[in-house]
């Protein structure tokens, strides 16, 4: 029965943590299947993404810090999103106002709703990494891992050798969580699979609604290539490493700050 309260209470932590993208598909489900006037359905989403995102950091949800995450995450993500519909990978068929060369400002708010749920995560079940590559390991990587979402368009894509990459560098890194006062761990690496695949199947969900679609669903909507979970897996290993850059360097302020008041004392 512990376990299983354990577990529930877990899941439940989870959930919370994915507010921002429960929000998102429900909006996408909600302008799918009713009519809205005044706007396209496009502009509305960005509208509520925006509304949901001024709501979070000032109910405290968020902090101002893990703002600035986000919107780098945003930018990035939209960033992505411009050269791979640029590049005909998918696209965003319908109109609206708040389109940039074919893209929906919206879609980078699907970017930044991943590091929403990390940021959420890491405060409810008080997250803590245990050998936490260097700095000078982590960035050269992240870096790598997102530009190849770019060159392998005209290089060959190395998708296996960066993830044969992120095992070696994480190979003894572990996270740990706690849930009602007890503290629980797991492999990095598999985190980063877990996620990649929830994510996966929260894709399938958004294209159904129509969020974006795939050259293969043009015609009628198919279950996205299994293939894609490495895709996402990576992506979530860039939007993990910049949230759990940043705590660690907050982490490290913190103490120095903490260090600094005690000895004044």
């Given amino acids: 029965m512990r376990v299983l309260k354990q577990l529930v209470r877990f899941g439940w932590e989870q959930a919370l943590s994915c507010l921002f993208p429960v929000v998102i598909f ?3 489900a ?5 009519p809205i006037p005044f706007l396209p359905r496009y502009d509305w989403l960005l509208i509520i993404c925006l509304l949901m995102q001024w709501w979070m950091v000032r109910s405290g949800l968020e902090t101002r810090d893990e703002l600035k995450v986000i919107t780098l995450c945003h930018l990035i993500g939209l960033a992505l999103e411009l050269f791979k519909v640029h590049m005909g990978s998918w ?7 708040s389109k940039i060369f074919g893209v929906p400002l919206y879609s980078g708010f699907m970017y930044a709703s991943v590091a929403s749920y990390l940021c959420q995560a890491w405060r409810r079940l008080r997250v803590e ?6 700095f000078i390991v982590v960035v050269p990587l992240a870096t790598a891992i997102y530009l190849n979402f770019f060159t392998h368009h005209y290089l060959m894509d190395i998708p296996w050798i960066l993830s044969g990459l992120v095992i070696i560098v994480f190979w ?5 969580y706690e849930i009602n006062g007890s503290r629980y761990r797991m492999p990095l690496v598999f985190s980063f699979v877990l996620i990649g695949f929830f994510i996966w199947i929260a894709e399938n969900i958004a294209t159904f609604f129509n969020a974006w679609e795939y050259p293969n669903q043009t015609d009628a909507w198919s279950l996205v290539h299994l293939g894609k979970v490495s895709s996402w897996l990576l992506l979530v290993i860039v939007s993990f490493l910049i949230v ?3 705590k660690q360097v907050k982490g490290k302020s913190s103490t120095r700050i903490n260090m600094s008041q005690n000895y004044n004392y």
């Fill in 129 to 134: 990494l245990i050998k936490w590559p260097p």
């Fill in 172 to 176: 003894q890194s572990w996270v740990t």
């Fill in 91 to 97: 696209s965003y068929p319908e109109e609206g106002y």
């Fill in 244 to 246: 759990a850059t940043l």
């Fill in 30 to 34: 909600l302008t799918q299947t009713m």
């Fill in 26 to 28: 429900a909006s996408l």
